[in-house]
């Protein structure tokens, strides 16, 4: 089960990531980047997470077609809504959150559609392995925000882990 479990649970890490700022430098907002996970539970069902502590930065320039984006999250903070599962997840046998409590995803290789980013290919740090993955946007969009009255950029990400 452990490795069907860390394939599926790093598969949609990096799900989501909102970035605000005036510049083509955003942080971001850990109160609208959520860090998901879905994980198979013996084909009977499917076990939904979370991790809560997450940061980064992201660099985007849309005429220039490239970006860099750096995000790490705190494999401590693993939220299932279920406080037993949580301890399990953090476990030796899965997470090992307290020989690895830092997961990290790095890239500089943004591809684009159009004006809108398509994919964002880097690495993934995950128990102490880096190996390439690629995020396939759902969804990307850039907008003025009404409530910040400043450019703010965001999107649903995803990605399969063998």
């Known amino acids: 089960m452990r490795t069907s479990f860390i394939a599926l649970a790093a598969a949609a890490a990096l799900v989501t ?18 860090v998901t996970f879905e994980i198979n539970h013996f084909g009977a069902s499917v076990n939904r997470g979370r991790f809560d502590k997450k940061e980064g930065t ?17 494999a401590t903070s693993i939220n299932s809504g279920t406080p037993a599962f949580d301890k399990h997840l953090q ?9 690895h409590p830092k997961i990290t995803f790095v890239s500089d290789k ?10 964002v290919s880097g690495q993934l740090t995950l128990l102490g392995k880096t190996g390439p993955v690629t ?7 850039c907008y003025q925000s009404p409530m ?6 965001g999107g649903d990400f995803e990605a399969t882990i063998d």
């Open 148 to 153: 910040l009255k400043r450019e703010v950029c």
């Open 110 to 119: 943004f591809s684009f559609n159009g004006d809108k980013v398509s994919e």
């Open 58 to 74: 992201v660099q985007f320039d849309r005429a220039g077609k490239t970006g860099k984006v750096e995000i790490s999250f705190d």
């Open 91 to 99: 476990s030796a046998d899965l997470f090992n959150a307290v020989q």
């Open 17 to 34: 990531g909102l970035a605000q700022a005036e510049s083509a430098s955003y942080a971001i907002d850990p109160t609208h980047t959520f």
């Open 135 to 141: 995020l396939k946007a759902n969804q990307f969009n």
